[in-house]
């Protein structure tokens, strides 16, 4: 049950698009279409933002988008703005159990 | 709207015991699976336990297995987690989270409870 991998930290200027990759094993992220990313602000509980590796919950901004190739899952953001500086987070189901990624510090610059 | 309510964390030394309970409402509790999800100070997340919607199965992340055990009773929409044997390294906030249908996600998260385990 080795957390996920992402990169510590990206930003980017407000109006451009970034990336974040999750990088996992056949055992979790290549192996099942249940991926999923969560946001988090400081203080508060995480928020469901994409699920089933791309579809977005009810109400949340269609800026944020999800793929998945391989054992590498990513979340785009793509016109930043203020709001989203935050943490974010990948999940994987791994047949049983889950595994979250490392995080992701996103910084609007 | 959907709630989810932990309390029951608190102090407590190690080796000692503590019970959190998740008290859910807004939805049909007894439909749906659900997970606790703990968060170290500073650190990421990290699932630690996961129980059917009947409660007739459970799982557990390795860190916690054979000292934690979750349960719930959906004839009172509350979801419990009885911690053991607790270390230093326990200590965090701990979420519940509603499970979507299927294995898909976590769409609805608690505000939390801190646990700290200190002498």
């Known amino acids: 049950q080795s957390a996920l991998t992402q990169p510590a930290s990206v930003s980017g200027s407000p109006g451009q698009s970034i990336t974040i990759s999750c990088t996992g094993t056949?055992?979790?992220?290549?192996?099942?279409?249940?991926v999923s990313w969560y946001q988090q602000h400081p203080g508060k509980a995480p928020k469901l933002m994409i699920y089933d590796v791309s579809n977005r919950p009810s109400g949340v901004s269609d800026r944020f988008s999800g793929s998945k190739s391989g054992n590498t899952a990513s979340l785009t953001i793509s016109g930043l703005q203020a709001e989203d500086d935050a943490d974010y987070y990948c999940s994987s189901y791994t047949g049983s159990t889950y595994v979250f990624g490392t995080g992701t510090k996103v910084t609007v610059l | 709207e959907v709630q989810l309510l932990e309390s029951g964390g608190g102090l407590v030394q190690p080796g000692g015991s503590l019970r959190l309970s998740c008290v859910a409402s807004g939805f049909t509790f007894s439909s749906y699976a659900m997970s606790w999800v703990r968060q170290a100070p500073g650190k990421g997340l990290e699932w630690v336990s996961g129980?059917?919607?009947?409660?007739?199965?459970?799982y557990y992340a390795d860190s916690v297995n054979g000292r934690f055990t979750m349960s719930r009773d959906n004839s009172k929409d509350t979801l419990y987690l009885q911690m053991n044997s607790l270390r230093a390294d326990d200590t965090a906030v701990y979420y519940c989270a509603k499970r979507m249908g299927g294995a898909r996600g976590f769409d609805y998260w608690g505000q939390g409870t801190l646990v700290t385990v200190s002498s």
């Open positions: 056949s055992s979790d992220v290549g192996g099942y279409n249940y």
């Open positions: 129980i059917s919607a009947s409660g007739g199965t459970t």
